[in-house]
């Protein structure tokens, strides 16, 4: 069965992602990205540096790896590259990951891109969650999973140049798949691994480069997490900051996997002066943990990409460890309805992909000792 992904013929496609500012009330372009790729196959690049008006937060300085003084030294303001920008996306169908960034660049241009420039717009990220039936399918983890994968994705991600040439050549590679190989891909990019970061301070080079990383070669079986509870309070004292703590860790490396714990539940902080006595308990528990699975890599049962961000966040506000956490995410295959052994459900599934397949859940999956 034909696929879902088939757009009008004749037109040139342009694949855009934008980076921009996280300001709630006034969001800045910080990078326009395009690819454009003609009907005679010819391609063409597009990538510019704008520079905000107000300071970047944060979690987008640690998540792009630039700064303001970046962006007014390579940068240019939006007036001034607009018309290029403009004459590089009139006339095309453009592609992008999410409806975000199609709006946001009208937004920004103050242009109708489809009634004054002639443009269509199609959602990859729409289209693919149509076929799988589920929450919207990550971009990196079908990169990783369609190409040969290395580690250079941790370096530029987010950046969105790379981010433009991974959406074409996902596009491109995935136009052509019937329905059923479509589907087919669903539940292993879900499954996919992933990489977890701190991004609530300002981070040093010296911390990126010493930093914590599970990401060992040695062949040693995955730390299953089974539970993970986190909690949030507002610092009224520090211009009510909202900082995370830990509340309950399960896991371990064999079934039932319950051989640590860390259980914090006692605690009920609401002040910092309670998160200061719970600092002081959860500090050497942390470390341990830590020290635990530093040749392992991490499975969790049920959780998402900011819970592990935070649990990233709150090691470092307790031991001023700078943590990469490389983990897989077991909750596509959580059923409420049905008790199963997650674990040996996934390697059940990795079990049918070829060789060059299960490679990429090296550390992870274990065909014959584990499962």
């Not at 004054?116 to 990169?143: A, F, V």
Request: net charge positive.
């Amino acid at each position: 069965m034909d696929n879902q992904l088939k757009l009008p013929n004749e037109r040139d496609l342009v694949f855009i992602d934008i980076e921009a500012s996280d300001d709630k009330h006034c969001q800045e372009m910080i990078q326009f990205s395009a690819i454009r790729k003609k009907l005679n196959g010819q391609e063409d690049e597009f990538d510019q540096l704008l520079k905000p008006k107000k300071q970047l937060s944060n979690y987008i300085i640690n998540l792009l790896k630039i700064d303001n003084n970046f962006l007014d030294q390579n940068g240019k303001t939006l007036d001034e590259c607009k018309d290029k920008i403009i004459e590089f996306i009139k006339d095309s169908v453009i592609i992008s990951f999410g409806d975000w960034d199609f709006k946001f660049l009208s937004n920004q241009l103050k242009i109708n891109l489809e009634t004054e420039l002639n443009c269509e717009k199609y959602d990859l990220q729409k289209e693919l969650r149509i076929i799988s039936g589920k929450k919207q399918l990550p971009l990196l983890q079908m990169y990783n999973f369609l190409f040969k994968q290395n580690d250079s994705f941790k370096t530029y991600q987010h950046c969105a140049t790379f981010d433009t040439k991974i959406l074409k050549d996902i596009f491109l590679k995935i136009k052509d798949m019937s329905q059923d190989e479509l589907e087919g891909l669903v539940p292993f990019i879900h499954l996919m691994p992933r990489t977890a970061t701190a991004y609530h301070k300002i981070f040093s080079k010296y911390e990126h480069k010493q930093k914590w990383s599970n990401s060992s070669t040695k062949n040693n079986f995955p730390f299953i997490i089974k539970t993970m509870e986190i909690g949030k309070f507002e610092n009224k004292e520090n211009n009510k900051q909202v900082i995370h703590y830990l509340k309950k860790l399960v896991g371990g490396f064999k079934a039932p996997y319950n051989d640590f714990v860390i259980n914090l539940e006692h605690y009920n902080i609401k002040t910092q002066s309670i998160y200061d006595i719970y600092y002081d308990d959860v500090q050497s528990k942390l470390v341990k943990f830590l020290n635990l699975v530093h040749d392992h890599k991490i499975i969790f049962y049920s959780t998402s990409k900011e819970k592990v961000q935070h649990f990233c966040e709150l090691i470092y506000d307790a031991t001023k460890i700078y943590c990469e956490i490389n983990y897989i995410n077991l909750d596509i295959l959580n059923n409420n309805k049905i008790q199963i052994d997650q674990y040996k459900e996934f390697c059940n599934l990795i079990k049918q992909l070829p060789k060059n397949k299960r490679n990429k859940f090296s550390g992870y999956y274990y065909e014959k000792n584990n499962c």
